[in-house]
C-alpha cells in the first residue's frame, strides 16, 4: 500500500495551478495508486478467507483428536493427546492471525476509500477554483 506522503504528493501536483498538465493527465497517476492499493486490499481479502478456512479446519482436528483420547484405552492414546495438543494450538495461532489479518484488512479498506475521498474532494475544489478564475 502507497504512504500518505505518496498520496499527498499526487494530491498537491493535482491542486498546482502551474502545472502545464491538463487536469486527465495528473489523474493517471492516482488511478494507478488506488489501482495498485485497491488489488493488494483484494489480495488481503484472499488470504483472510483462506485463514479463516484454516481455523475452522484445524477447530474440527482438534475436537476429533479430544474427542477420540476418551475412547482409546492403549498405546495410541498418548500418540492421539499429543497430536490434540498440536491441533489446540495449531487452531489457537491461526485464530490469532486470522483476527490480526481481518482487522488489517479492515483499516486498509476503510484508509483506501478515504484515500479515494481526498482525491476526489482536491478534483472538484480544483474544478471549482476554475470556476472562481473564470468569473
Same mark, same amino acid.
Given at each position: 500500500?502507497?504512504?500518505?506522503?505518496?498520496?499527498?504528493?499526487?494530491?498537491?501536483?493535482?491542486?498546482?495551478?502551474?502545472?502545464?498538465?491538463?487536469?486527465?493527465?495528473?489523474?493517471?497517476?492516482?488511478?494507478?495508486?488506488?489501482?495498485?492499493?485497491?488489488?493488494?486490499?483484494?489480495?488481503?481479502?484472499?488470504?483472510?478467507?483462506?485463514?479463516?478456512?484454516?481455523?475452522?479446519?484445524?477447530?474440527?482436528?482438534?475436537? +476429533?483428536?479430544? #474427542?477420540? /483420547? %476418551?475412547?482409546?484405552?492403549?498405546?495410541?492414546?498418548?500418540?492421539?493427546?499429543? !497430536?490434540? @495438543? $498440536?491441533?489446540?494450538?495449531?487452531?489457537?495461532?491461526?485464530?490469532?492471525?486470522?483476527?490480526?489479518? +481481518?482487522?488489517? #484488512?479492515? /483499516? %486498509?479498506?476503510?484508509?483506501?476509500?478515504?484515500?479515494?475521498?481526498?482525491?476526489? !474532494?482536491? @478534483? $472538484?475544489?480544483?474544478?471549482?477554483?476554475?470556476?472562481?478564475?473564470?468569473?
Amino acid at each position: 500500500m502507497t504512504t500518505k506522503a505518496n498520496i499527498g504528493q499526487e494530491l498537491l501536483k493535482q491542486m498546482d495551478d502551474t502545472s502545464a498538465e491538463t487536469p486527465d493527465c495528473k489523474k493517471i497517476p492516482m488511478m494507478r495508486i488506488f489501482e495498485r492499493d485497491t488489488a493488494g486490499v483484494r489480495r488481503l481479502k484472499r488470504i483472510v478467507i483462506i485463514f479463516w478456512l484454516l481455523v475452522v479446519i484445524s477447530f474440527i482436528v482438534a475436537c +476429533t483428536y479430544t #474427542l477420540n /483420547v %476418551r475412547g482409546i484405552k492403549n498405546d495410541l492414546q498418548y500418540f492421539s493427546m499429543l !497430536l490434540g @495438543g $498440536i491441533a489446540t494450538i495449531t487452531f489457537q495461532a491461526m485464530f490469532l492471525i486470522s483476527v490480526i489479518l +481481518t482487522i488489517s #484488512l479492515f /483499516v %486498509r479498506s476503510r484508509s483506501l476509500t478515504m484515500h479515494q475521498v481526498q482525491a476526489r !474532494l482536491a @478534483g $472538484i475544489e480544483e474544478q471549482l477554483k476554475k470556476i472562481c478564475q473564470d468569473k
